[in-house]
């Protein structure tokens, strides 16, 4: 799956998410803490070099 379609398939799941459980944390990322679905999507969004790690681990994690 490519970054293309892994943005997609993050935004598909981000939507459909109740917006209460949008504050509760998703990953860990060594060296830069707890990372929830909010701070996944600014990064995701924003196309940091963050956001593609959030990507990729969301995407071994297969939570997208």
């Known amino acids: 799956m490519n970054n293309g379609s892994k943005k997609q398939q993050f935004y598909k799941v981000f939507a459909n998410l109740p917006i209460n459980l949008r504050d509760e944390i998703i990953l860990v990322i060594p060296n830069k803490g707890p990372i929830t679905w909010q701070v996944a999507y600014l990064e995701v969004d924003n196309d940091t070099e963050m ?4 990507l990729e681990k969301l995407s071994e994690l297969k939570i997208i």
Do not use: L, S
């Open 51 to 54: 956001g593609k790690t959030i």
